[in-house]
């Protein structure tokens, strides 16, 4: 922390520190949300993880069907308050240091939940999925459908981990939606090991594909990710297990 001397007050300069407390005020604030917003064990961020725990309700219904969701818009008004207090405690670098916690905050998040797996635990929960990266395309006629599933892992612990894979596809919504599970296979990640691999998986065509093409004609092809709600991805070592996918 700076130190004022008596050359910066006779020069006319400030500390760059104007109100204490706000500052470490908002320093502590700055740790806890990027810690909370971590997306961990699965795709949610851990204070939206924290609030299912306590079984509270995430959606407020609206007229209409429509669902009103809440988590992130109190975290959002955490971090504008803190951005708020970073700028009524300082009297220089306000700007430079908002934008730079701004750029910063999602990269600290990722280094600390990277040196959390790779020392901590030594089973699924070491285990990153490149959420972004994971999908799975899909064919369908009138008896089957048929896809493969991108999936991308890092093993950050320093033990050999094989892990069971699960998928499920949800689709339609409301009465009509259906939920359709299928094995995936098991892979053996070696310590620290990153892999890329295409498993593949059939099953048979869904009934409310066959109602919405009214058995004429079934055939078509779709594409679906982690984050359109439509794909969930389990992973389990034989004591535990992860889900990622909203």
Not at 2 to 26: C, E, H, Q, V
Not at 62 to 75: A, D, M, R, S, V
Not at 77 to 105: D, K, M, P, Q, V
Request: hydrophobic residues 40%; contains cysteine.
């Amino acid at each position: 922390m700076y130190n004022p001397t008596s050359t910066d007050y006779y020069s006319g300069k400030k500390p760059w520190i104007r109100d204490k407390k706000k500052f470490r005020l908002a320093a502590i604030m700055t740790i806890v949300l990027i810690l909370i917003s971590i997306q961990y064990p699965g795709s949610r961020p851990l204070y939206e993880e924290a609030i299912r725990a306590l079984r509270i309700p995430t959606s407020i219904p609206l007229p209409g069907g429509g669902q009103f969701t809440y988590p992130g818009l109190i975290f959002l008004g955490f971090a504008l308050w803190t951005l708020f207090l970073i700028w009524e405690s300082l009297n220089r670098y306000r700007l430079i240091l908002s934008i730079a916690l701004i750029w910063l905050s999602p990269m600290i998040g990722k280094a600390v939940l990277a040196g959390y797996q790779m020392v901590i635990p030594g089973n699924v929960y070491a285990v990153n999925l490149v959420q972004d990266q994971t999908n799975c395309t899909y064919q369908y006629d009138a008896e089957n459908m048929t896809g493969t599933c991108s999936i991308v892992l890092s093993n950050r612990s320093n033990r050999e981990l094989t892990l069971e894979q699960q998928g499920t596809m949800i689709l339609g919504s409301g009465e009509g939606r259906q939920e359709i599970n299928f094995s995936l296979g098991s892979v053996t990640m070696a310590p620290r090991e990153a892999m890329y691999h295409s498993p593949t998986f059939e099953v048979p065509t869904p009934e409310i594909i066959k109602m919405a093409k009214n058995d004429t004609q079934v055939t078509g092809s779709g594409y679906t990710t982690l984050s359109n709600n439509g794909f969930l991805l389990k992973l389990d070592d034989g004591k535990h297990s992860r889900t990622f996918g909203k």
